[in-house]
Nanobody, 127 residues
Framework: QVQLDESGGGLVQAGGSLRLSCAFS????????MGWFRQAPGKEREFIGY????????NYGVAVKGRFTISRQNAVDTVYLQMNNVKVEDTAVYYC????????????????????WGQGTQVTVSS
């Protein structure tokens, strides 16, 4: 069974930076594409970023494109989300998610595409 453990969340001032990590365990990491999503109180879960199992392909949500960067280090079974120039509206619980390449259908921005989810890490941006 795949287990995902996010870390790195916290309180940051607007304009600052934060790096989230998601440690993957239980299966072969480089068989899985990874995604980051977030959910703010009272809002639907929002797509943030996607990275393919090889790391060669990335995609981003409109709200974060140009500010956030997703990357992965297969040697240590970890995916990262580098958040730069954060805004108050980036405040949310951030989740990482995984899908095996055999099950992936190309809908990288849909939460239903992903099989496994972490528990989430809170990011709070102050003005």
């Amino acid at each position: 069974q795949v287990q995902l453990d996010e870390s790195g969340g916290g309180l940051v001032q607007a304009g600052g930076s934060l790096r989230l990590s998601c440690a993957f365990s239980g299966r072969t990491f480089n068989d899985y594409a990874m995604g980051w999503f977030r959910q703010a109180p009272g809002k639907e879960r929002e797509f943030i970023g996607y990275i393919s199992w090889s790391g060669e392909t990335t995609n981003y949500g409109v709200a974060v494109k140009g500010r956030f960067t997703i990357s992965r280090q297969n040697a240590v079974d970890t995916v990262y989300l580098q958040m730069n120039n954060v805004k108050v509206e980036d405040t949310a619980v951030y989740y990482c998610a995984a899908v095996h390449w055999r099950r992936y259908s190309g809908r990288y921005d849909s939460s239903s595409e992903y099989t496994y989810w972490g528990q989430g890490t809170q990011v709070t941006v102050s003005s």
